[in-house]
């Protein structure tokens, strides 16, 4: 089955500074890459996502890049908030069977630091 | 647009005692339906999925069932809670569709904790 890995585990920057998050997964099937951002005790909310015919995405301060040969995508985060400070979950998935097959990266906790 | 909605909010139930949780989705038909739980600092387990009604697969052996019983509603139940069942339950919910990939979204999740 598929395997996300995700690093770092814990991540503090600066105010203003940029976060990268790297997720590696091993399944080529998976083709549709989303991003989710938690706060604590909070549902994951989608911030951003990447499909396999498309090499990157930019949202205002977030951006995310696909390398399909190398198995691995990556969540920039430019110009950053303490209201960024969050766990933030990579995820890797395919249709199979008819429903998506999602598998989550562990999750980084990202702490801004004011 | 389409909302999901989870009950209870949190629960303390005892070891040994049953579990019901629900959720159900308005504004969407026939959705793919998910049960993930979270344990505390961890990230997510998929436990069922439902792609139609009376149509569970489980991904994880477990003391833990799932029911599905009208089109957006997805019902995850014990007969008798294990201490490690405890953590945070998440309900999801994705469009039906035939080839392609789409997001899943999330409901607000329910707190167990056994004791």
């Known amino acids: 089955g598929e395997n996300v890995e995700q690093h770092p585990s814990t991540l503090s920057v600066q105010e203003g500074d940029s976060a990268v998050i790297k997720c590696t997964y091993s399944d080529s099937a998976s083709n549709y890459f989303p991003w989710y951002k938690q706060e604590l005790g909070k549902r994951p909310q989608l911030i951003i996502d990447i499909r396999s015919n498309v090499g990157e995405k930019k949202d205002q301060r977030i951006a995310v890049t696909l390398n399909k040969t190398a198995k691995h995508f990556s969540l920039h985060i430019t110009e950053t908030q303490p209201e960024d400070s969050a766990v933030y979950f990579c995820?890797?998935?395919?249709?199979?069977?008819?429903?998506?097959?999602?598998?989550f990266g562990t999750g980084t906790k990202l702490q801004v630091i004011p | 647009s389409q909302t999901i909605h989870q009950w209870p909010a949190t629960l303390v139930q005892p070891v040994g005692s049953p579990l019901s949780l629900e959720c159900t989705v308005e504004?969407?038909?026939?959705?793919?339906l998910y049960w993930y739980r979270q344990a505390a600092g961890r990230g997510l387990q998929l436990l069922f999925y439902s792609i139609g009604i009376d149509q569970i697969s489980s991904e994880v052996p477990q003391n833990l069932s799932a029911s599905r019983p009208q089109d957006r509603q997805f019902i995850l139940s014990s007969k008798k809670l294990l201490l490690s069942d405890s953590g945070f339950y998440l309900c999801a919910w994705s469009p039906s569709q035939v080839g392609g990939a789409y997001e899943q979204y999330f409901g607000p999740g329910t707190r167990l904790t056994v004791t």
């Open positions: 995820a890797a998935s395919f249709l199979s069977g008819g429903y998506q097959k999602v598998t």
């Open positions: 504004g969407t038909s026939n959705p793919n």
